[in-house]
């Protein structure tokens, strides 16, 4: 497969160690816009950007997509609003919208006046 040429671009940055400023820097146009393209190019990632980088593993399996369990705390205890919570995933809750007491009134009178 033939390196498309913004590949070679940044390979010659990367090797040169060149500065890029704003005027020379490459960027797409957002109508081509694709989600989660940034995995189609993993092996550049691995090879070009990433070789030496004592992250590389976890970075490059960010690249390929994110858990968002890894960032959160696996476990949940204590209390909100009265509820006890003591598990992973606690059980889904609804709550009423909260209006602070000095807005009580003006809320009120504008959902009357909605109705």
């Known amino acids: 497969m033939k390196p498309d040429l913004s590949t070679i671009y940044?390979?010659?940055?990367?090797?040169?160690?060149?500065?890029?400023?704003?005027?020379?820097?490459?960027?797409?146009?957002?109508n081509l816009f694709i989600p989660a393209n940034l995995q189609n190019y993993s092996d550049f990632w691995k090879q070009e950007i990433l070789p030496?980088?004592?992250h590389k593993a976890n970075l490059l399996k960010w690249i390929k997509g994110v858990r968002l369990e890894e960032f959160l705390s696996s476990f949940t205890e204590g209390e909100f609003q009265g509820i006890k919570m003591h598990s992973y995933y606690p059980t889904a809750q609804q709550f009423?919208?909260?209006?602070?007491?000095?807005?009580?009134?003006?809320m009120n009178e504008q959902v009357q006046d909605w109705v």
């Open 96 to 106: 009423d919208n909260y209006v602070p007491p000095e807005f009580e009134k003006l």
């Open 10 to 30: 940044y390979k010659k940055i990367l090797s040169e160690n060149l500065t890029v400023g704003i005027g020379e820097a490459i960027f797409r146009d957002e």
């Open 52 to 54: 030496d980088n004592p």
